[in-house]
Nanobody, 121 residues
Framework: QLQASGGGLVQAGGSLRLSCAAS????????MGWFRQAPGKEREFVAAISWSGDSTDYADSVKGRFTISRDNAKNTVYLQMNSLKPEDTAVYYC????????????????WGQGTEVTVSS
């Protein structure tokens, strides 16, 4: 089970830190990712991190602003979001998959319930 938290309302230029805690099993050998879905749009890749934390990948739209990290001892992945823009407004989902990072949502097997991020202009 994955539990995402940390969403909220923030002004443009502000920051939020999302967390995704896994329970029921350990995901230390799994890649973990964040996706988002804005109203009326398809779910899109945001960021992903390998099981070791040594490899990360980001969507071009968030590079330089968002940072993904993980703490395997806590079975938790984080998404630090800085310099937020109104176009970052979406429901953010965390997901896990065995093996390497991929950027397509069909490649992820377990999903959290989502946490809503709203960025006002």
């Amino acid at each position: 089970q994955l539990q995402a938290s940390g969403g909220g309302l923030v002004q443009a230029g502000g920051s939020l830190r999302l967390s995704c805690a896994a329970s029921g099993r350990t995901f230390s050998m799994y890649a973990m990712g964040w996706f988002r879905q804005a109203p009326g749009k398809e779910r899109e890749f945001v960021a992903a991190i390998s099981w070791s934390g040594d490899s990360t990948d980001y969507a071009d739209s968030v590079k330089g602003r968002f940072t993904i990290s993980r703490d395997n001892a806590k079975n938790t992945v984080y998404l630090q979001m800085n310099s937020l823009k109104p176009e970052d407004t979406a429901v953010y989902y965390c997901a896990v998959r065995p093996g390497a990072i991929v950027t397509w949502y069909e490649g992820y097997h377990y999903w959290g319930q989502g946490t809503e991020v709203t960025v006002s202009s």
